[in-house]
């Protein structure tokens, strides 16, 4: 019955196509894709005829459109297959079950017929009560409530008296009143619109929950609050340090029961307002509000993940040093700095311990070591880890006299330490401790960030807000989205990527992997795209959702290092052709490739669109979109925190973007505050909009509260321009005024900033290096 019932239900493209505002025939392409079994990028890379040339992020709202969309019909039919069992499913119900269009609303539906635990409303509906509840609904003005009730005092079915009947009637209405669809919805929407959310201090916990004091007495338009105030709250209450409620104001609440429900001034009436009044107290209340908190907190993860998800792809595209001889140092105190000497492959050659914080003979014995290195195996770069003594470090190096071609260069390290005690560090290098693991992996970041950064978890590189917090399913897809987009936004060289990153690549999955690098250790590297068929387990369907992706540098066809498709090599061939050339000169000669008409190569696998393509890969084979590498450098006289004062204006990288600001190294160990008001000198509603993670700016320095190591910076060119003495001038940094939603005129007061994001302690303290610094 479940499944004819559902053949009039959602139409899912078309639904699909109207609130991405799209044509249905693209919609309906990308799904026929998807079932297919083809991935994102492929489709946005190489199916750009069929989808209208949509790119990654709209594919990916399809999918997860549909996704959510199949979820419903779901659930639609098991509602439908439980009413039929129960034998309840009229024409009438059926019939508001199919029309339902969301999940809310076709919970809605189902509520008053969905097996539940005994209420007072049904143990008074086993009594014989509900006539009796009919009979007061109907308010007619002439009816006595206690003569009518009499006729259904029943002791032996537990109804004593009249006073009691009428008790259980109006249990019954309360009820009736909380589920219906319609009452529902209006005071979803009042609390929606009106709702405020307050939170108070539990008692006793003032002390223990410090960390909370902001959110002691708070209240707060639940609508208007940003996503980092909501999981923060919401984070104080699941520590059990604060209490909360969302509501909106009662009597308009009741209102909107009474005016549906009550329809007279008599008895009758009377009563059924004040079942109404039971029914949105006791029982519509806690439940709008719990959908409430539900929504809110879905709202901020969403906010959260989308800040989180964006800083990570800044990070893994980071401009990459490229293939250079590299020693990396892990820079230690009591142990020693760990040093290692890299190829220009990133392989390891030589590793050992210098001693820089201990006698002057160990630091003149760590020089002449470093030197020695440097020569030996022909140093072009020197990757220092920006942790413990990272400063010191690095200005000891950059005085050592090395040739000026050596790049010497800071390298963020989070999460270096979890990569080294992994599984894929251990089988990489097995004979080799932790700690050299930790500087080969320092080393490979600068040279290649993205390679280096995707054989760890995306939420360990430091760059979230409330990761821990948040739906950790949501999480994972969305980091795992980003993460694949950028892999294979880059591209891969398939005969000496790790097995981490080629697991990235569309098509790909580990068992497949595995069979990649056994077949590349037991016959060499891979002399065509063509020869890659050979894998075991690599059928065609992968082969040709992943072979785009993967390159084969110095090969024997030219275009295998391009991310053209094999697909299209005959399209690229009839091109040369047509010019009387190779494929080699179309490559290398700008006026060959200007002679091109591409509307004479259409054909039904390449369109316009993939043509265009095509040529602009033939101009820059293999183009990697990232940004070029430049070096930086700290200021050299700034090294520690006590080095800084107000009003100074120094070179920093952004490590973190989050709702309320961003997260400046200075280098100093410790991490500045940029807060959203000092972003820009105009209003900044999105910091991600102007900062982004690696980006490298100047900071002037406002405050800095030394004993709890806490730093505020602005970008603003005001700050900048005449440093701080302007910005209290301006009342920039008053410790009295509570900040207000716009950030014009916000209270910059240490305190307040700095506690909006309550670092807290657990997993993501130890995890995040910035907020780790700040917490």
């Known amino acids: 019955m479940a499944a004819e019932a559902l053949s009039p239900s959602i ?3 078309e639904q699909i196509s109207k609130e991405l505002k799209l044509t249905g025939s693209q919609v ?4 026929a894709l998807f079932e297919e079994g083809c991935t994102v990028p492929f489709i946005a890379r190489y199916r750009k005829e069929a989808t209208g040339s949509l790119d990654e992020t709209v594919i990916t709202a399809i999918r997860d459109r549909s996704g959510r969309m199949a979820e419903l019909e779901k659930r639609r039919a098991a509602i439908l297959e439980s009413l039929a069992e129960r034998e309840l499913l009229t024409d009438e119900l059926r019939n508001s079950v199919l029309e339902a269009r969301t999940l809310t609303a076709l919970e809605d539906v189902y509520l008053p017929w969905r ?6 409303a049904s143990i008074a509906a086993e009594k014989g009560l509900s006539p009796l509840a009919d009979l007061l609904l109907a308010q007619s003005e002439t009816l006595d409530p206690s003569s009518a009730a009499r006729p259904f005092v029943d002791e032996a079915k537990g109804v004593a008296s009249a006073e009691e009947a009428v008790a259980g009637a109006m249990d019954i209405l309360a009820e009736r009143f909380s589920e219906d669809p319609e009452a529902r919805q209006e005071t979803r929407r009042l609390f929606a619109r009106k709702a405020v959310l307050s939170s108070s201090c539990v008692k006793g916990k003032e002390e223990e929950g410090a960390n909370y004091r902001d959110y002691f007495d708070w209240r707060e338009p639940a609508a208007a609050m940003p996503s980092h105030r909501v999981l923060a709250i919401l984070r104080g209450e699941r520590e059990g340090f604060l209490s909360l409620s969302a509501v909106p104001p009662e009597e308009e609440a009741l209102s909107i029961l009474k005016r549906r429900f009550v329809h007279g001034t008599g008895p009758a009436s009377r009563l059924v307002a004040e079942a109404a009044e039971d029914g949105y107290r006791r029982l519509l209340r806690s439940s709008m509000e719990n959908e409430l908190r539900g929504a809110l907190k879905k709202r901020a993860d969403a906010e959260a993940i989308r800040v989180f998800a964006a800083n990570v792809r800044e990070v893994l595209m980071s ?4 293939q250079r001889a590299t020693l990396a140092i892990d820079p230690g105190i009591r142990t020693g700095c760990k040093v290692v000497c890299l190829d220009p492959q990133g392989n390891l050659l030589y590793d050992t311990v210098i001693y820089l914080h201990a006698s002057e003979r160990q630091r003149e014995a760590a020089a002449e070591t470093l030197r020695s290195l440097v020569g030996r195996y022909a140093i072009k770069a020197i990757a220092v880890g920006n942790g413990t003594a990272g400063r010191e470090t690095e200005s000891f190096v950059r005085g050592l006299g090395l040739p000026p071609e050596v790049v010497v260069a800071s390298v963020n390290e989070s999460g270096a330490s979890i990569y080294s005690a992994s599984e894929a560090a251990r089988r990489e290098f097995p004979d080799h401790d932790v700690t050299v693991r930790g500087a080969v992996s320092i080393g490979r970041r600068l040279m290649d960030p993205m390679a280096e950064l995707v054989k760890i978890d995306p939420k360990s590189i430091g760059v979230g807000q409330y990761q821990h917090d948040v739906d950790q399913k949501e999480l994972k897809q969305a980091l795992d989205d980003v993460v694949i987009h950028c892999v ?3 591209g891969v060289n398939v005969n000496t990527a790790s097995p981490e990153i080629l697991s990235y690549v569309s098509g790909l999955n580990r068992q497949v992997v595995a069979q990649i690098v056994k077949y590349r250790e037991a016959n060499g590297p891979f002399p065509s795209r063509e020869a890659m068929r050979k894998v075991p387990r690599l059928g065609p369907k992968t082969y040709e959702q992943s072979i785009g992706f993967l390159r084969i540098l110095g090969g024997e066809n030219p275009l295998d290092a391009s991310a053209v498709h094999p697909e299209n090599y005959g399209t690229v061939s009839r091109m040369a052709q047509a010019l009387s050339c190779t494929v080699g000169d179309l490559m290398t000669s700008p006026e060959l490739r200007a002679r091109i008409e591409p509307e004479r190569f259409v054909s039904d696998t390449a369109g316009l669109p993939t043509l265009r393509d095509i040529l602009q890969e033939l101009e820059k084979p293999g ?22 004062r107000a009003g100074q204006v120094l070179p920093g990288i952004v490590t973190n973007v989050t709702a309320f600001g961003a997260f400046v190294d200075i280098g100093v160990h410790q991490d500045g505050l940029v807060h959203v008001s000092r972003i820009a000198d105009t209003f900044v509603e999105n910091p991600q909009a102007h900062l982004k993670p690696g980006q490298k700016v100047r900071a002037a320095v406002l405050e800095v509260d030394e004993p709890r190591r806490r730093i505020a910076l602005s970008l603003r060119k005001s700050d900048l321009g005449e440093g701080a003495g302007k910005a209290a001038r301006d009342g920039g940094a008053p410790g009295t005024r509570r900040r207000r939603e716009r950030n014009d005129k916000p209270d910059l007061s240490m305190g307040s900033i700095l506690r909006e994001q309550l670092q807290g302690t657990g997993p993501e303290k130890a995890e995040s290096r910035s907020r780790r610094r700040n917490g």
Do not use: Q, W
């Not at 309906?28 to 799904?31: A, C, E, G, K, M």
């Not at 097996?115 to 007072?120: A, G, I, Q, S």
């Not at 401009?319 to 490229?322: D, K, R, S």
């Open 11 to 13: 139409d899912i493209p």
């Open 28 to 31: 309906r392409s990308v799904l």
């Open 115 to 120: 097996p539940k635990r005994r209420t007072r």
């Open 319 to 322: 401009a990459p040093m490229g």
């Open 488 to 490: 294979n936004a880059v």
């Open 623 to 644: 183009r990697d979109p990232r940004a070029a590498f430049e070096v930086f450098a700290f200021d050299p006289d700034v090294h520690e925190i006590k080095d800084l």
